[in-house]
């Protein structure tokens, strides 16, 4: 029997990855917010989208979502039609969306007293690997509940890990994002220091990658940094908010982020020159079209 499965908000994320659920034999319902978006999925993968997403989780075995933000993920799972309205005894739920901890623990609550399971599984590799289906997810919850669901995320993962309880997931992903701002920040200052100096920026950037300097951000990035192309996946706005979560989190927990609390006012200034939905490796501009 064909597993039926739900999926909640197809953005940029969402949409491959749904596809690919579809892809692998699941039966797939959708639910976005833009009705047309949804209707567009089915055309293309088949299955069937519903208007709410309480009727999209109904009957589902698993419910995935990857919608915006904290309050996005308590309206779509607790509000007016809310998915956890009509989801039955032993259901899971699982979250992609990038939150706070404290919304995974807040929502893994709720879950819990309707007999639900709920897992925070945020993911990284940005659009390209939601399309290639090379995600790779990192993931807060119980061990049985994990087990179930790993067969199921893998069809658009290329690794997948259980990092420990509900909220577990979501402190990973804010690890990976403090990491990655500062990557894109020394990338974006190893470029204009090359330009000032003189060199051919690219031919730098080929020698280096191949020693202790490379990182996924220079062997994707440098090229169309160099072109000044600023349209490649995850916006500023995005890791704004990332960056938001992230320190919000280290002001609970006592950690020191100099370097995240930089960088997150840098992507404000990227915002302030209009580069709100630029990628993240445009930190570039601030040092190089000043006056």
Same mark, same amino acid.
């Given at each position: ?78 509000? $007016? ?6 989801? &039955? ?23 819990q007293e309707l007999g639900l399971g709920f897992l925070d599984a $945020? ?15 990192m993931v807060g919850g119980a061990e049985p509940d994990y087990a ?17 309880p509900v909220g577990a997931g979501q402190l990973t992903k804010m ?79 006592? &950690? ?36």
């Amino acid at each position: 029997m064909t597993q039926k499965v739900a999926f909640l908000g197809l953005g940029v994320m969402g949409y491959p990855m749904a596809g690919h659920l579809a892809a692998k034999g699941f039966e797939v319902v959708v639910y976005n917010r833009s009705q047309a978006k949804a209707q567009a999925f089915v055309a293309q993968h088949g299955g069937q989208y519903a208007a709410t997403p309480a009727l999209a989780a109904k009957g589902a075995s698993v419910v995935l979502m990857c919608v915006g933000a904290d309050a996005d993920v308590r309206t779509v799972l607790t509000g $007016p039609d809310g998915a956890l309205s009509t989801m &039955a005894r032993g259901t899971l739920v699982v979250d992609h969306t990038t939150t706070s901890a404290t919304v995974s623990r807040e929502m893994a609550q709720v879950a819990q007293e309707l007999g639900l399971g709920f897992l925070d599984a $945020p993911v990284s590799g940005g659009q390209a690997g939601a399309e290639k289906g090379q995600l790779t997810i990192m993931v807060g919850g119980a061990e049985p509940d994990y087990a179930r669901i790993e067969p199921v995320i893998l069809s658009y993962a290329k690794q997948a890990r259980l990092m420990g309880p509900v909220g577990a997931g979501q402190l990973t992903k804010m690890v990976n994002q403090i990491c990655i701002a500062g990557i894109v920040q020394g990338l974006a200052e190893g470029i204009a220091f090359a330009e000032r100096a003189g060199l051919d920026p690219k031919a730098v950037v080929e020698v280096i990658s191949k020693g202790a300097a490379q990182s996924w951000q220079m062997e994707n990035r440098y090229a169309s940094m160099i072109e000044r192309r600023f349209d490649f996946g995850f916006a500023v706005d995005w890791m704004r908010k990332d960056l938001g979560i992230v320190l919000d989190e280290s002001r609970r927990n006592g &950690a020191h982020l100099p370097l995240t609390a930089l960088v997150d006012q840098f992507y404000g200034d990227v915002q302030a020159m209009g580069g709100q939905r630029f990628d993240t490796s445009s930190l570039l501009l601030r040092l190089v079209d000043k006056p």
